[in-house]
Nanobody, 120 residues
Framework: QVHLVESGGGLVQAGGSLRLSCAAS????????MGWFRQAPGKEREFVAVTSRSGSSTLFSNSVKGRFTISRDNAKNTVYLQMNSLKPEDTAVYYC?????????????WGQGTQVTVSS
């Protein structure tokens, strides 16, 4: 089992940047595929990005491709989401999640979320 805690959210102006972190407990972090999701008010949670166990493979949603990057440091049990050129439509609660296999939808563990607000 893994416990996930996100941090780094906040208020930023459009065009700005934020880096989210997700710290995982346990000694098996490197065995999990890690993903980021977000949920805006009144909308369903949506996939943002995923990284493989080693970090060598990544995938992004079309809405963030070219602006966001995902990375992980297995020695620190942490996955990151670097968000650049932020837009007001990026405003949401951002969640990290862990999965046993490569997936865009079926995650086994979730963090509590961190709020990102982008002002226009």
């Amino acid at each position: 089992q893994v416990h996930l805690v996100e941090s780094g959210g906040g208020l930023v102006q459009a065009g700005g940047s934020l880096r989210l972190s997700c710290a995982a407990s346990g000694r098996t972090f490197s065995s999990y595929v890690m993903g980021w999701f977000r949920q805006a008010p009144g909308k369903e949670r949506e996939f943002v990005a995923v990284t493989s166990r080693s970090g060598s493979s990544t995938l992004f949603s079309n809405s963030v491709k070219g602006r966001f990057t995902i990375s992980r440091d297995n020695a620190k049990n942490t996955v990151y989401l670097q968000m650049n050129s932020l837009k007001p439509e990026d405003t949401a609660v951002y969640y990290c999640a862990a999965a046993f296999k490569w997936t865009l939808t079926e995650y086994d563990y979730w963090g509590q979320g961190t709020q990102v607000t982008v002002s226009s």
